[in-house]
């Protein structure tokens, strides 16, 4: 048997995957499919600053996210306060505690500046972004 | 090559890495799937799926683990799922994958000759339940270790040796009478 199997990927090959091919039209379906997402980075940074602009807990963010059609973080919170984290560290967002120690997140003016400027022009909102992404 | 990877997160261009990705991939992964679901147009679908997937968490990737370690548990993941799902479990697919069609370019000698040697055994490991048939291929098929094998399904390696040693019981007695 173990000589045998040896042969299997050539025998699949020529057999089972003869008509199972990855082709130029499957790439092209998926990436619109991807684009379709529309999860890129780019959106759920502009999501969160806008979602900011009344302070909110990550808890409430992750709701209201999940309300937009962003399921990146639905079973995943840990990543969204990653990236708040992030944001907060950058000046993009300020933090409050409240006395039962609940944190709230809301946009800072230079997160402002970023939101204004990317809700311009599509090529400038590519450079704003990429200046907020970078590290 | 993961180098390369690692410094393309980092000029964050993700449309440019999962071009890369599915250029050096999509094949290997429709096959995997195809493993799981042998039906292609679901094969193709669930595909599309698992570069959505990745795409969406192209960020997640921590550049420590090889890129197809990370990209096959998201697509075994993916198929599991799937199999486990009400969908599969109770839609019974009414059309049959079409065998393919050994008979159109080969002699009918050759094509008994090679159903002899190759179609039997490919299809019998296809035959196998699901929990055989995997390692079987990403064994013999993707030449992975037992070690690897583990990482990429989640399961212990004693178990895989135990499922590994039974399959080929199974295949032996379907095969070798």
């Known amino acids: ?30 990436r619109k499919a991807i684009s379709k997402s529309g999860e890129s980075d780019e959106m759920i940074y502009s999501a969160i600053l806008q979602l900011t602009t009344i302070e909110k807990t990550g808890y409430d963010l992750a709701k209201v996210i999940l309300a937009r059609g962003i399921k990146r973080f639905e079973d995943n919170e840990g990543l969204l306060y990653t990236l708040l984290h992030g944001m907060e560290q950058k000046g993009y967002l300020h933090i409050r505690w ?5 944190k709230y997140y809301r946009i800072s003016d230079k997160g402002r500046k970023v939101l204004a400027r990317s809700e311009g022009k599509a090529t400038k909102k590519k450079l704003a972004f990429s200046e907020l992404l970078e590290g | 090559m993961e180098e390369f990877f690692t410094e393309v997160i980092e000029t964050d261009d993700k449309d440019l890495l999962i071009g890369e990705i599915m250029h050096r991939h999509g094949q290997e992964i429709l096959q995997l799937v195809y493993s799981y679901v042998k ?113 990429v399904t989640d399961i212990k390696e004693n178990t895989l040796k135990t499922r590994l040693r039974r399959a080929k019981d199974l295949l032996k007695e379907r095969l070798e009478g």
């Open chain 1, 1 to 30: 048997m173990e000589e045998r199997l040896k042969k299997l990927r050539k025998s699949m090959k020529e057999t089972t995957f003869r008509n199972v091919n990855f082709t130029e039209d499957q790439q092209e379906s998926i």
């Open chain 1, 98 to 102: 409240d006395e039962e120690g609940a």
């Open chain 2, 39 to 151: 039906n292609r147009s679901i094969a193709e679908d669930l595909t599309q799926d698992i570069f959505v997937k990745c795409y969406k968490s192209l960020h997640t990737y921590s550049g420590k683990a090889r890129i197809r370690t990370w990209l096959w548990r998201i697509a075994i993941n993916h198929c599991k799922d799937y199999l486990k799902s009400w969908y599969a479990r109770n839609v019974i697919l009414t059309e049959k994958e079409t065998e393919p069609a050994y008979h159109q370019d080969k002699t009918v000698e050759q094509t008994v000759i090679q159903k002899g040697e190759d179609q039997e055994l490919a299809e019998a490991v296809m035959e196998l339940p699901i929990k055989y048939r995997e390692v079987i291929y990403l064994f013999y098929f993707e030449e992975l270790s037992i070690k690897e094998i583990s990482e």
